[in-house]
């Protein structure tokens, strides 16, 4: 179970660094009441990103002890405050590239 949280937060990690990095490109073209929120939403993200490889550390280290479930029980919630996250940056993203008129609207 180690080697597989270990390899499945390594794509966690390279998928937000991806995420980050693509947002961190758009920001210059955003108005500045964009970017401040934008990059409040990246700062939430980044802790709780650490907050969940704190968790992965105490579910791999308490894997065989009584507090196994409670551990992998804050690893889902950790997980889940992350993805949610997520979805507000790419959501606060899209908003501003609409605001700016950055986005492409697709013809119904």
Same mark, same amino acid.
């Given at each position: 179970?180690?080697?597989f949280? &270990?390899f ?5 990690g ?14 210059p ?6 970017? %401040?929120? *934008?990059?409040g %939403?990246?700062?939430?993200? &980044?802790?709780?990103?650490?907050d969940? *490889?704190?968790k992965?550390r105490l %579910? ?8 196994s ?7 889902? %919630? @950790? ?8 979805k507000?940056l ?5 908003? @501003? ?5 950055l986005?492409?609207?697709e013809?119904?």
């Amino acid at each position: 179970m180690s080697h597989f949280m &270990s390899f499945s937060f390594q794509n966690v990690g390279l998928v937000l660094r991806k995420l980050i990095g693509s947002v961190d490109e758009i920001l210059p073209s955003l108005p500045q009441s964009s970017r %401040t929120e *934008i990059e409040g %939403t990246q700062k939430l993200l &980044s802790k709780d990103l650490a907050d969940l *490889i704190s968790k992965m550390r105490l %579910t791999q280290q308490n894997a065989v002890t009584s507090l196994s479930e409670e551990c992998k029980k804050q690893m889902l %919630t @950790a997980s889940h405050a992350l993805a949610v996250d997520a979805k507000n940056l790419l959501d606060s993203v899209d908003q @501003a590239r609409v605001r700016a008129n950055l986005a492409k609207v697709e013809a119904e």
